[in-house]
């Protein structure tokens, strides 16, 4: 089983930046997906931002430019820098990793953005 960590949620004003943190523990395999997503009040839950253990990165389309998501494969460790939050960027966080038919969820992290 993988167990994840979230941190770093918080409120911020319109242009600020944050930086959350998901350290993950248990049985950790190699080859994995660690991910970003986040849920909008009312909205579905969507994917941020995803990094293979390989080093491919993917974003969404809307935070291109802005967020930057990394590993620290030793640590089991994922960041995501989010810079120039926009009020739209408001939501739950949540850690995502994926291994094969392992699909693990954190509880999430609330990032309020004011305008």
């Known amino acids: 089983q993988v167990h994840l960590v979230e941190s770093g949620g918080g409120v911020v004003q319109a242009g600020g930046s944050l930086r959350l943190s998901c350290a993950a523990f248990g049985s950790i395999r190699s080859n994995n997906d660690m991910n970003w997503y986040r849920q909008a009040p009312g909205k579905q839950r969507e994917l941020v931002a995803s990094?293979?253990?390989?080093?491919?990165?993917n974003y969404a389309d809307s935070v291109k430019e802005r967020f930057t998501i990394s590993r620290d494969n030793a640590k089991n460790t994922v960041y995501l820098q989010m810079n120039s939050l926009k009020p739209e960027d408001t939501g739950v966080y949540y850690c995502?990793?994926?291994?094969?038919?392992?699909?693990?969820w954190g509880k999430g992290t609330l990032v309020t953005v004011s305008s």
């Open positions: 990094k293979s253990s390989r080093g491919n990165t």
């Open positions: 995502n990793y994926r291994y094969s038919y392992m699909n693990t």
